[in-house]
């Protein structure tokens, strides 16, 4: 039996690690993260779940200590945001490359400097190509349900890839949702223990981590890299056997309000209920906009994300991250190629929102569909609000 | 002595767990220490091992010199590695996933990956107190790399990036007391150990082993290619740094320290020195400042050892 209850996000997801029975979390405290490891720690000091909490001295020995116990054959959970996530980066592409199923529920937020506690998607975009598989929620119940899918598609034999659940600091973290916990049975039956390849152990010793030469170094990022690509058959088997089991079913890509209308908003995360509610609006006045939700992030889902947006004439890409002197933000620039490579005659619109906290109003999105808001070609992107 | 060394000689397990091989330099007295060590440890054991000279001289893709389980993750961070094996093994264990019996993590690290950057995340794993070893293997630079000077380095000697000049006496610091470090920590077993001292480091290995907590052991791993000496003399330099007093052999059980070897008295650390090609450019003045360092801080060891 699954109850529903209202419940602040980041406790949700915490329930969704024990659910999920983790053995070993690795973690070191860093806001908006924190009540996710708070209430975790306390499950396990209340003998609630039976793990071992590893309190590191930073998120760089989390992630170290996460890889440790990972290829020990346990299941590890960590989270972590930001300048957290930043001072791990270098042990994230060893997690990923030593093919290890860590899952980590990442709590974006902006990077310093400024010092801003707040949310917005810079850190995760300088981490998006870690080789790590990467979803996005929108909101609390697709967070504890993408972590209960997540260790399922990581520690699936022809995956074995670490898998990150992305979720908006604050914004999504720290309210307050009616979510529905499945019963520890389903889960389990969901969810059986893990059982690893290969594991740190003394009766049938490996090496894990060792170097490769030029000779070598390109087939074993190539395989690694063929790897996560095709993990994403793996991921729509995982949804949908959840959505088989549970009642709620998830797809890489989701579209809302696409069908009678060539216009869409393309964008990742808990913005996108704030674009939902644009859309609703415009609606009552009679005007028809989409919106293209990117639930996958990693692996890129060029085919489902082509579908969805092969038929449209405008596309407005809302990202939650400076370019940082590139040309366009990061989820721009991989549109623009998909669109490019299959010579699509799209106009593409890029709109930066929400940068360190600030307020994303439903306004924005109707103004830009109104053309309210000028895109601004000669920047490439337009950063709405911005007083310069 | 003799006799009791001879026990220890017939005690001491014969199965080696580092393969044949291996790309060492010749000479290298850290594989040696590293192959003493494991003899003691056991087949039980699981190796969480740093980026440096011994993971490089063992594990080019696809081939290993390892014959117990070993994982190489990153450079600064082999503690926290150990961290978390020690802590899967543990609870996999209590939820009866694998069979419970007494397996040991260590994990194994050059200077600069204990003293320079794996610093946090060893003081981190000896405060949290995991059951494990860590080892480090001190060679007194970066020798993997080509020679770079580390906290590790000695006062004057010549490293790559510590070079003598007409401004510069070579390493300009003192080195970095990390078993110290390590003891301040409180922890159950701390000491120091040289391969030129063998059946010390047998001695040492299987307390270590046995404590019930974080241990740390610091070997002075002569490099020959990095001190500028002949690879034949590498267990003699070993043997001059103890008998100097420049590396002194004790251990730290339970706070209290503890002189294992005596080398009283003190040959001058002139004679360790001198035949050294990254000791060569010091001047008189220069060891006479090293030996009153020296002498003052085998005179320290020697108070701390007499405290109850």
């Known amino acids: ?388 | 002595m003799r006799l009791k060394g001879l026990e220890l000689y017939t005690d001491h397990p014969e199965a080696e767990f580092v393969a044949s091989g291996h790309r060492a330099c010749q000479g290298c007295a850290e594989i040696l220490a590293l192959r003493m060590a494991l003899k003691v440890f056991g087949k039980d054991t699981i190796m969480a091992m740093a980026t440096g000279c011994m993971e490089i001289i063992s594990t080019p893709l696809p081939t290993t010199n390892w014959e117990i389980p070993w994982i190489h993750v990153a450079f600064e961070n082999a503690a926290a590695v150990a961290s978390g094996i020690e802590s899967a093994i543990r609870i996999l264990q209590e939820k009866k996933k694998i069979e419970r019996k007494d397996i040991h993590v260590i994990a194994v690290a050059g200077d600069g990956g204990t003293s320079d950057i794996g610093m946090q995340a060893l003081s981190g794993a000896l405060e949290r107190g995991h059951k494990f070893t860590y080892i480090c293997l001190d060679n007194e630079a970066y020798m993997n790399t080509g020679i770079q000077r580390s906290s590790s380095t000695p006062y004057g000697a010549m490293t790559t990036t510590s070079p003598p000049g007409k401004k510069s006496i070579g390493q300009s610091t003192w080195k970095k007391d990390m078993a110290k470090i390590a003891a301040a920590h409180n922890i159950p077993y701390v000491a120091t150990a040289c391969p030129s001292y063998p059946f010390d480091l047998f001695s040492k290995i299987k307390k270590a082993r046995s404590v019930n907590g974080p241990s740390y052991i610091h070997i002075l791993s002569v490099c020959p290619t990095g001190w500028r000496i002949p690879a034949d003399l590498a267990i003699e330099y070993g043997k001059l740094a103890v008998r100097t007093g420049v590396f002194p052999l004790y251990e730290v059980e339970d706070s209290r320290y503890k002189i294992t070897y005596s080398p009283e008295p003190l040959r001058p650390v002139q004679d360790y020195l001198k035949g050294q090609g990254r000791f060569r450019h010091l001047k008189d003045e220069d060891i006479e400042l090293i030996q009153k360092r020296i002498t003052a801080q085998w005179e320290e060891l020697k108070y701390l050892c007499s405290l109850k």
């Open chain 1, 1 to 388: 039996m699954s109850i529903k209850k209202g419940i602040e996000v980041s406790i949700a997801a915490s329930i969704a690690a024990k659910l999920a029975r983790v053995e070993v979390i690795a973690a070191y405290p860093i806001t908006p993260q924190t009540h996710i490891v708070e209430h975790l720690s306390e499950l396990v000091a209340n003998g609630e779940l039976e793990a071992i909490y590893i309190n590191v001295e930073s998120e760089h020995s989390a992630m170290s200590a996460c890889c440790g116990a990972s290829a020990a054959g346990a299941r590890t959970f960590t989270s972590t945001s930001a300048q957290g996530l930043e001072l791990m980066h270098e042990i994230l592409f060893i997690a990923s490359g030593m093919r290890l199923p860590i899952v980590m529920a990442t709590v974006n937020r902006a990077l310093s400097s400024p010092l801003s506690i707040w949310g917005d998607h810079s850190d995760i975009m300088a981490a998006r190509d870690t080789g790590w598989i990467m979803l996005f929620c929108e909101n609390g119940q697709e967070v504890v349900d993408s972590i209960i899918m997540a260790f399922k598609i990581a520690e699936h034999r022809n995956v074995l890839l670490p898998v990150m659940v992305n979720l908006d600091g604050f914004s999504l973290s720290h309210v307050i949702e009616p979510i529905e916990f499945p019963s520890q049975k389903d889960v389990d039956s969901f969810l059986p223990p893990y059982k690893p390849l290969y594991s740190l152990h003394p009766d049938r010793p490996v090496t894990m981590g060792a170097y490769g030469m030029p000779e070598i170094y390109t087939e074993a990022k190539y395989a690694q890299e063929m790897a996560l690509i095709n993990s994403k058959d793996t991921i729509i088997g995982v949804m949908k056997e959840f959505g088989d089991k549970f009642g709620r079913h998830y797809k890489p890509v989701e579209t809302h309000n696409t069908e009678n209308t060539d216009f869409a908003f393309i964008c990742l995360g808990s913005t996108n209920e704030n674009i939902a509610t644009a859309i609703d609006e415009l609606k009552s006045y009679g005007k028809e906009a989409g919106l293209i939700k990117l639930r996958l992030f990693r692996p890129f889902p060029k085919d489902e994300l082509l579908s969805a947006l092969k038929d449209k004439k405008r596309i407005a890409v809302i990202e939650r991250a400076m370019p940082a002197g590139a040309a366009n933000g990061p989820l721009y620039n991989e549109i623009a190629s998909l669109i490019y490579n299959n010579r699509l005659d799209i106009t593409l619109e890029n709109y930066i929102v929400g940068l360190g906290g600030r307020d994303v109003h439903p306004e924005y999105f109707i103004d830009i569909f109104d053309k309210k808001i000028t895109f601004k070609t000669d920047k490439n992107y337009t950063v709405i609000g911005v007083r310069e």
